[in-house]
Every structure is written in C-alpha cells, then in structure tokens.
C-alpha cells in the first residue's frame, strides 16, 4: 500500500483510551529495524515499515459507519481482506492479531487479541494512479487497461437478488438525499438547492429505470469506491484497492454507479479527456450503453459523495487538495447535448483513431461496428471468429440494428454519440440520419480517407499486430475501394472531410461539428 497527499497524512494519534497507534509503530521499527511511517485517512491508520502497510480501523461510529468495538473491526479486516482478494489478490495478505496491551501493543504472538490489523504488500507512492495524474504521467494506454480490468470484475461480479433492496429507486434516492443532508449541514453553498432539485427531480423520472437495471442484473457486487487514489499500477499489472467493506449497501451498486467514480475523479482534476476515455473503453469491453440512461445521475451522485469527503477530511485537519467536486457535478447536471455523428471511409482510413479523439475531446460515446459484430457473436473485441458467419450479409444487417439502437439508447440519454464503421453505403447512412430526425437531434458525417497505398500499408500492419478488433485484410479493402458509393448533396453540407494521410487538426474537427450540431440545432433537428 503507497500513500496519498489526497488520502493520508502522516501523525502520531492514539486510539481514544484504545490501541496507542504510536506505541505500536515503535514496536514496528524496533521488530524490523526500518523506520515506520504512520499515515491516517478519515477511516484508519496505516503504518508502513517498507515491505508492508499495516492498516488499522479507528475506534469511531459515524453516520455511515461503526468501527467502535473490536469485533466490528475485526469484521471489518476480514470482509476488507475478501473484498479486495477479488481485484488484487497479491497485494492483500491476511488479517494479525494486535496483541499485548494498549500502551504496549505488538503484531502477532501469544496472547489475547486487543485488536486487529490487515496486512498488505506496501507498493511505491507513485503506483497511485492519483500520484501518476498529478504528475503528468498518466496516459491513454493505462488508461485503456484500466478500463478493460473493471469491466472484466463487473462482467464476474455477483448479481444482486431482486429483494435484497440493493440498487432500488428508494435505496439509490436515499443514498443521495442523505450525501445532500450531509453537505447541507457543513455550511451553506448555494449550489446545493440547484443540485436537490436536479436529483429529486431526475431520481423520479429514472424509478422505472433504476427497477429495470435491478431486475435485469446490473446491480452487482462491485468496488464501491473506485477514486483515483484507490487505483494503482504495480509490476505492470493495473487494478483497484480499498474496496468499501463496512457497508454492503455502498458496493452492492448499478455498474454504472461503480464506474461513474472514477470517471468523475479524471474530470474533477482536470482530464475530462481521459473520463471519457476511461468509460468508452469501459462500455466497449461491457456492452451496457443502455446504462447510459442512468449514468449521468451516478456521475452527478459521485461528485456529491466525493465533496461530503473533501469537507469531512477538512474537519479532520487532513488536506483536500483543493477539488471543487460541486462545481463538477453542477457541469454534469446541466450537460445535456445529444447529437450523432457517423463516420465513413473503408478499412485503414483512421476512422477509429480520430473517433477516439473525438470521444475524449466532447464526451461523446463512441459505437464501433468491428466491436458490436462480435459481441453479437459472443466474441471479445479482439477475439478472431468464423469470418463466414462474423461477416456475411445477415450478419452485416444485424450488426447495423445493433448499432442503431445502441446509438438511440445513448441518444435518448442525452450525450453525443459517435457510430465508427465504414457506411460505404449511402442506405446505411440514410438510416442512421432518419434516426437523429425522429429523434430531433443534429445529424453530421465524419469522411475520413486517405492515399490508396497507405491504406493498404496501415492494413498490412493492424493485421501483423493483431491489436485491433478489425479483421479486415487487403482483400476486404480492395472490395471497399471498388464499391464505395459517392456522397450525395445533401450529405455534402452535414460532412466533415478529413485526410488522414497529414497530421489531423483536432480542434478544427471539433469545432466543425459542433458548428454543424449547432446549425442542426437552430433547424430542429437532422435535415
């Protein structure tokens, strides 16, 4: 376990006539012959002697939490200790005994137990991805297997039972009335009542939602706190820590609540980009793009949750680092700009790559043909299938369906959506533009191409990687190249033409569309 400025600070306490802490550090140093650092978060103290972080529960009750008898703490390591073997098996060890007496407490040995702590591998400081983002060294790859590792652990988590109360309107709309509660009593903030208002009002329109995505199984056993300074990188191996254990209530969430933290902790220190990032590859690898129509209100609920945070470290003396985690979630709760885009151009034409771009640049949620054909198939995004069967007609066909009610959920949810695939088509592009008509949001078409040969060279390369789920090959580009339909005049004003064979002005690419989307807009629609 590494330490964080946002997370810990270091001090000597005791526990309130409890384990003296600082006794037991001594008694740490003296044992290993290291110093001992002794670090606290609101919850716990931490000591670190260099190869392993002893964490230990304070003796408090507070409004979320009872840690104040030696056998909910003990139950508490245990249930950290199992939790957390789910993400990060290698670092959690096992739970020791503190044993002797309060003012002269050791690790383990004979003895009566007085208290517990749980031992874990201590890592480096800057394994925290939290550390990482301060210092300008975290990036869209890591990211990108940060995505893939979450969505693997909720596509495995536990399903809640229908009964068991976990995710259901009156739960989801308590927790959050009570974050409000919460913040309302440390002082008065004007945003608060503009915030009450949103949520009370979205909560009642999203109860049949919220049923649904119970009763459909996306309320699982997740992590429950998944902020920056509880993701880590060690050995190359990229994952979360600290899952919430004393309330099951807090992790027995909807999917999308679980991922919303993170994405929301990216925007709130400044990479909006990688937010966005972080959740197109998340949905990429889930498939959950229907949980769009609750994310925004799990987005807006995190950043409510993380500000009662901040205030109730500032009370502690521990420092905030300064995050406006309202001022986030008033951007969140008033970003509401749905618009489509589609791209066009064949294999190799970087349709991907500046669809990426985009995504991190407006927050839009990117639907990629390659990616939803397998998974229509049970296949993985780079998993390789019965191309007879993956890419005939009917599946060509079904793929597209897929897409087009992938992209009117998103839609309907109020965000930008990007549709990658090649739309060499003029049908197919008529298709996708009557939906943003019947849906009365702005239509625009992303024409990507490029030098024949370079195509062709980008092909021959993607497939010797074998890091891209596009199985096309220098066959399916020949075909591509010799059917592609022409655009027609009325796709010609609503297009963004690109030439992936030069550098891309990025900016440019999105003040166009935002130009076209705000054109749409004044006309009520697509055209």
């Known amino acids: 376990m590494g330490t964080s400025t946002h997370e810990t600070r270091p001090r000597a306490p005791a526990a309130g006539g409890g384990l003296q802490v600082d006794a037991l550090r001594a008694w740490l140093e003296a044992s290993t012959g290291r110093p001992v650092r002794l670090l606290e978060t609101h919850l716990s103290w931490v000591l670190l002697d260099g190869e392993h972080a002893w964490k230990i529960k304070k003796p ?9 008898t030696p056998k909910a703490r003990l139950h508490a390591c245990r249930e950290e200790l199992r939790l957390n073997r789910r993400l990060a098996s290698w670092l959690y060890l096992d739970v020791v005994p503190v044993r002797g007496s309060p003012a002269r407490p050791r690790l383990g040995g004979e003895g009566r137990a007085i208290d517990h702590a749980l031992r874990m591998r201590q890592f480096p400081d800057d394994a925290l991805l939290g550390r990482r983002l301060a210092e300008g060294r975290l990036d869209g790859a890591t990211v990108d297997r940060l995505a893939a590792r979450l969505a693997e652990f909720h596509l495995r988590a536990p399903r809640a039972a229908p009964d068991a109360g976990h995710g259901a309107p009156a739960q989801v709309l308590g927790a959050t009335a009570q974050v409000l509660t919460g913040l309302a009593a440390r002082g ?28 459909d199984g996306w309320v699982r056993e997740g992590h429950g706190d998944l902020h920056l300074d509880n993701l880590v990188e060690i050995d190359g191996e990229i994952t979360a820590f600290d899952c919430l254990e004393f309330d099951p209530s807090l992790r027995w969430i909807d999917v999308q609540a679980d991922i919303a933290f993170a994405c929301v902790d990216l925007q709130a220190h400044g990479r909006a980009d ?5 959740l197109d590859g998340w949905l990429e690898a889930i498939g959950d793009h229907a949980g769009m129509a609750v994310h925004r209100y799990y987005m807006v609920y995190r ?6 945070v901040v205030a109730i470290r500032r009370a502690q003396g521990v420092p905030d680092g300064g995050t406006d985690y309202l001022a986030v979630a008033v951007r969140l709760a008033r970003a509401r700009q749905p618009r489509l885009l589609i791209t066009r151009g064949p294999s190799g034409s970087g349709k991907s790559r500046l669809a990426l771009a985009l995504v991190e640049a407006t927050g839009a949620v990117r639907l990629r043909s390659d990616v939803e054909r397998k998974r229509l198939f ?23 369906a897929s897409l087009r ?31 943003a008509r019947a849906m009365g949001v702005p239509f625009a078409l992303l024409d990507c191409h490029a030098d024949p040969a370079l195509l062709r060279e980008r092909v021959r390369a993607r497939r010797l990687r074998g890091d891209d789920p596009s199985e096309a090959d220098l066959q399916v580009l020949e075909a591509q190249l010799a059917r592609t339909e022409a655009l027609r005049p009325e796709e010609c004003a609503l297009c ?15 003040a166009r569309w935002a130009a076209l989307a705000g054109r749409g807009a004044a006309a009520g629609g697509a055209p």
């Open 60 to 68: 408090l009750r507070l409004g979320f939490v009872d840690f104040s």
């Open 496 to 510: 963004i033409d690109v030439d992936t064979g030069v550098p891309i002005d990025t900016p440019a690419v999105v």
């Open 405 to 435: 009610r992938r992209a009117r959920d998103v839609l309907a949810a109020g965000y930008p959506v990007i549709v990658d695939a090649a739309f060499l088509d003029a049908t197919r592009r008529q298709a996708f533009a009557a939906l």
């Open 188 to 215: 008065p903030d004007p945003r608060l009542a503009e915030l009450a208002a949103w949520c009370g009002a979205e909560g009642r329109r999203l109860r049949r939602r919220f049923e649904a995505r119970l009763r």
């Open 274 to 278: 990688l937010g966005w990032r972080l």
């Open 378 to 400: 049970g296949l993985g995004a780079l998993q390789a299938g019965d191309a007879r069967r993956v890419y005939s007609a009917r599946a060509t066909l079904r793929t597209y």
């Open 303 to 308: 950043a409510l949750v993380r500000a009662l």
